[in-house]
Structure formats: C-alpha cells, structure tokens
C-alpha cells in the first residue's frame, strides 16, 4: 500500500470537508482518484484520498454522485502528480489530462 501524496491519512479529516471549512463527521473512507483502469496507478502513485461518507459516496455532492466534485479531485490529483513526480508524464501514464 503505498501512501497518499495528496492528505496525510493521520490528519483524519475528509478532502472535500477540509476544502469547504466544514467539520468531518463520522468514519472516513478511503477513494482513489481514478477508477476503472487506473485505479491500481492511483494506488501506485499515491493519488487517494480520505472522505467521509456523506462525501464519498451518499450525499449529492459525492465524489461518486456528482462528476463536479469528481472532476475537481481528479484535478487537484493531476496537479499533485506533477508536483510529486517532475519527471513523470501524467497524461501517458493516466491517458488523459484534466487540467
Ligand atoms: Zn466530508
Ligand atoms: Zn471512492
């Protein structure tokens, strides 16, 4: 398992209530920023974060319910990627660019 370069896991504090200034409720779940085929490079490289559920996956701003918010992870994931890995290529690694 590697560990995620976008949140530090022990912060315990979901992404997207972080971002808003609200305060996390509830267990965190983990979500990896690509799926289908990439998600196992999420993994590789990092790109995972932390959400409570009402962010993950039930309320009507979840990752996995509103592309917005699916969009705008996917965004700060590349940005992060190019931070962390200079010389790496996101867009062949990934096989799109979301910036
Ligand atoms: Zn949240
Ligand atoms: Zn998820």
Not at 18 to 37: D, I, S
Not at 39 to 54: A, M
Request: charged content about 35%; some cysteine.
């Amino acid at each position: 398992m590697s560990k995620s370069i976008m949140q530090n896991k022990e912060d315990r504090r979901c992404y997207v209530c972080e971002q808003l200034g609200e305060r996390t409720k509830g267990a965190l779940e983990e979500h990896h920023c690509f799926g289908g085929a990439n998600r196992k490079l999420s993994e590789h490289y990092g790109l995972k974060i932390y959400l409570c559920i009402r962010h993950h996956r039930e309320g009507k701003d979840a990752v996995h319910i509103n592309k917005y918010t699916r969009l705008h992870i996917q965004e700060d994931a590349q940005r992060a990627f190019e931070e962390h890995y200079p010389d790496k290529d996101f867009r062949s690694i990934f096989g799109k660019n979301y910036l």
